[in-house]
């Protein structure tokens, strides 16, 4: 009886545990794929960098940040890591460009447009 108790934990073990593959796997799913609308918004390597150029950009206050941020490349993608809630509302972006270069960036959501 205690071999037959032991063989059915260990064959109980060893069972693969779809739940929650599948929930994992369809979590992945249900995260909204976004891209760059067009190569006219340009992004921050950091939120402070970016507030910065929205202060010079909007109004004319301070000076543009002379590196850190650049053009996003249209068409790249995104998924928005988090969107911290301020007086402007900024997100913190991981962008995919080429299928393989990721960077992680700041920007406004209006950038992006969702896709399917």
């Given at each position: 009886?205690?071999?037959?108790?032991?063989?059915l934990?260990?064959?109980?073990?060893?069972?693969?545990i779809?739940?929650?593959?599948?929930?994992?796997?369809?979590?992945?799913?249900?995260?909204?794929?976004?891209?760059?609308?067009?190569?006219?918004y340009?992004?921050?390597?950091?939120?402070?960098?970016?507030?910065q150029?929205?202060?010079?950009?909007?109004?004319?206050v301070?000076?543009?940040?002379?590196?850190?941020?650049?053009?996003?490349?249209?068409?790249?993608?995104?998924?928005?890591?988090?969107?911290p809630?301020s007086?402007?509302?900024?997100?913190?972006?991981?962008?995919?460009?080429?299928g393989t270069n990721t960077?992680?960036?700041?920007?406004s959501?209006?950038?992006?447009?969702e896709?399917?």
């Amino acid at each position: 009886m205690k071999y037959l108790i032991q063989l059915l934990t260990i064959s109980f073990l060893l069972q693969p545990i779809p739940l929650l593959a599948d929930k994992t796997r369809q979590n992945l799913h249900n995260i909204p794929q976004y891209e760059v609308i067009d190569d006219s918004y340009q992004v921050c390597l950091s939120e402070q960098l970016y507030r910065q150029l929205l202060n010079f950009s909007l109004y004319g206050v301070g000076k543009p940040p002379t590196e850190g941020c650049f053009k996003a490349n249209s068409g790249a993608k995104a998924i928005i890591l988090q969107c911290p809630e301020s007086d402007i509302i900024l997100c913190q972006f991981r962008l995919e460009s080429g299928g393989t270069n990721t960077i992680e960036v700041w920007a406004s959501k209006v950038m992006l447009r969702e896709i399917e």
